[in-house]
Antibody, heavy 126, light 106 residues
Framework: VQLLQSGGELKKPGESLRISCEAS????????IGWVRQTPANGLEWVAI????????RYSPSFRGRVTISADTSISTTYLIWESLKASDTAIYYC????????????????????WGQGSQVTVSS | DIQMTQFPSTVTASVGDRVTITCRAS??????LAWYQQKPGKAPRLLIY???RLHSGVPSKFSGAGSGTEFTLSISSLQPDDSATYYC????????FGQGTKLEIK
């Protein structure tokens, strides 16, 4: 089971960007998957999550309107998309799986990221 | 938004020691609380979920406790490899992370 992210990106303010996260080793359609941003100033922040089977998505209020999350089930890949980057988008972005935890038949919830990608460094600078 | 506060920010301990890190939520998160370990240049690694459930493959030297607004992560028999930053994360109302506790082994 792994998540493989696209490589680092150096972009200028105003440019668009799409980073990707390819899942393997599990059924991509039946676990939520999301993006988490990490910066020295703000630490770890969740950005957005998506359920690939029906593309139901949720956004952090801090990021809604700034990014779009999508998923392509044919290639088990989720994307994070910016239309117009800002310098403040500079960060490491991780994708992470959000499985449904069970102990036998007991449901133990969903919301902990159990598998993470290796991270994608996004740098926005003029 | 639920704010998560960890303390201490940094802790230094010796090989063989036991250390406890605390995480406090600004409102009750029940037991919807996870702990992660992150080493420099690496992604976080899930250690504990649902406050006290040890994730698959994680050694039993890690243990979690608490509910409501106060939680702890304890690490026993410290080894140099335990040097890392540890984060708590609530998932009661979407998601938010603590600011991290850096563990140094001397």
């Amino acid at each position: 089971v792994q998540l493989l992210q696209s490589g680092g990106e150096l972009k200028k303010p105003g440019e668009s960007l799409r980073i990707s996260c390819e899942a393997s080793g599990y059924n991509f359609t039946t676990s939520w998957i999301g993006w988490v941003r990490q910066t020295p100033a703000n630490g770890l922040e969740w950005v957005a999550i998506i359920y690939p089977d029906d593309s139901d998505s949720r956004y952090s209020p801090s990021f809604r309107g700034r990014v779009t999350i999508s998923a392509d089930t044919s290639i088990s890949t989720t994307y994070l998309i910016w239309e117009s980057l800002k310098a403040s988008d500079t960060a490491i972005y991780y994708c992470g799986r959000l499985p449904f935890f069970y102990d036998g038949s007991e449901f133990l919830g969903m919301g902990a990221f159990d598998i993470w990608g290796q991270g994608s460094q996004v740098t926005v600078s003029s | 938004d639920i704010q998560m506060t960890q303390f201490p920010s940094t802790v230094t301990a010796s090989v063989g020691d036991r250390v406890t890190i605390t995480c406090r939520a600004s409102q009750s998160v029940s037991d919807w609380l996870a702990w992660y370990q992150q080493k420099p240049g690496k992604a976080p690694r899930l250690l504990i979920y649902k406050a006290s459930r040890l994730h698959s493959g994680v050694p039993s030297k890690f243990s979690g406790a608490g509910s409501g607004t106060e939680f702890t992560l304890s690490i026993s028999s410290l080894q140099p490899d335990d040097s890392a930053t540890y984060y708590c994360q609530q998932y009661s109302n979407f998601y938010s992370f603590g600011q991290g506790t850096k563990l140094e082994i001397k």
